[in-house]
């Protein structure tokens, strides 16, 4: 069975420290994707990244970056010099592929940083 | 502008009532999906649909009914038979792809409270 974990369940940190959000996932299948999505206060979930499972080069954007690793289950995600947006709760997600057009998403029960000034 | 709204943001019922919330897509994506979010914890799946006229049962399924009549449009009613229907609900919705899952586009979610 699918399962993503996100122990930390609340992270705060001062602004301008990196931080590192972690996540670790469960499943059988050789092939999946995972994902990571911000949701703000407003309410409104926020794409972030979607990584296959072919590919573990780590990716940087901007502040953000993601470390995936096969070998650990891992897909951590750090946010680099943080600022006050990006106080939010952020959710990791795995889905399977093998489904057609709708893409069932498993999510982690979330991590919620937040930034002091 | 393209994307997905909900209305309405905060809605209230009285216990025993159902209920329908609004989801409506203007990006032309086939699949929809209904989630759940309850405090502190993640989304989960009620319904999900891939095209119109056709939609499967998430993992919470129960107290809950759907309809897909249009393509932009995926309506969820909570009936009276859904014991805890106080939550957040949230609409999303991704394109077709025959290169894996696809990122799902969410709306900005309605708050139902029932007392």
């Known amino acids: 069975a699918q399962k993503v974990t996100q122990a930390q369940t609340e992270i705060s940190v001062v602004e301008k420290e990196d931080v590192t959000l972690d996540c670790v996932y469960e499943t059988r299948d050789t092939t999946y994707y995972l994902f990571w999505y911000k949701q703000p206060p407003s309410g409104e979930l926020v794409f972030l990244i979607r990584?296959?499972?072919?590919?573990?080069q780590n990716e940087i954007s901007g502040r953000y970056s993601w470390n995936f690793q096969k070998s650990t289950s891992s897909f951590n995600f750090t946010i680099t010099a943080s600022q006050v947006v990006d106080s939010a709760v952020y959710f990791c997600a795995l889905s399977e592929a093998g489904y057609s057009s709708a893409s069932k998403i498993i999510f982690g029960s979330g991590t919620r940083l937040s930034i002091r000034p | 502008d393209g994307g997905i709204t909900q209305s309405p943001k905060y809605l209230f019922r009285k216990e025993g009532q159902n209920v329908t919330l609004s989801c409506e897509q203007n990006?032309?994506?086939?699949?929809m999906y209904w989630y759940r979010q309850d405090p502190g914890q993640g989304l989960r799946l009620i319904y999900y649909?891939?095209?119109?006229?056709?939609?499967q049962k998430g993992d919470i399924a129960e107290g809950y009914s759907v309809s897909r009549e249009k393509k932009e449009s995926f309506p969820l009613t909570v009936t009276s038979a859904q014991k805890n229907p106080t939550a957040f609900y949230l609409c999303a919705s991704s394109p077709r792809t025959t290169q894996g899952p696809y990122e799902q586009y969410f709306g900005p979610g309605t708050r139902l409270t029932v007392t």
């Open positions: 990006l032309n994506h086939d699949a």
């Open positions: 990584r296959n499972s072919f590919d573990e």
């Open positions: 649909s891939q095209i119109v006229n056709d939609f």
